[in-house]
Nanobody, 123 residues
Framework: QVQLVESGGGLVQAGGSLSLSCAAS????????MGWFRQAPGKERDFVAG????????DYSDSVKGRFTISRDDAKNTVYLHMNSLKPGDTAVYYC????????????????WGQGTQVSVSS
């Protein structure tokens, strides 16, 4: 099993930047493809970004492409989400998740989840 703990959320003004971290423990981190999801109040949990085990391939939702960057550091068992040019529409609870499926966008493909971290973007 993998335990995931997100950090780095907070309140930022529109146009600002924020970086999230997700620290993994319990199992071999490099065995897992990792993803970031977000969920706004009253909405479904949506895919934001994903990165493969190798770290070579990354994938982004259209809404964040060009603004967000996902990366991983296997030596630190950590995956990151760097967010630039933030918009009020990016306000949500952000979750990291782990999966053995390659390039998965659906939340149902992910086996392990963190508790989430709140990101709020003011206009």
């Amino acid at each position: 099993q993998v335990q995931l703990v997100e950090s780095g959320g907070g309140l930022v003004q529109a146009g600002g930047s924020l970086s999230l971290s997700c620290a993994a423990s319990g199992s071999t981190f490099s065995n897992y493809n990792m993803g970031w999801f977000r969920q706004a109040p009253g909405k479904e949990r949506d895919f934001v970004a994903g990165i493969t085990r190798s770290g070579v391939v990354s994938d982004y939702s259209d809404s964040v492409k060009g603004r967000f960057t996902i990366s991983r550091d296997d030596a630190k068992n950590t995956v990151y989400l760097h967010m630039n040019s933030l918009k009020p529409g990016d306000t949500a609870v952000y979750y990291c998740a782990a999966t053995t499926y390659y390039a998965a966008r659906g939340a149902s493909f992910y086996d392990y989840w963190g508790q989430g971290t709140q990101v709020s973007v003011s206009s």
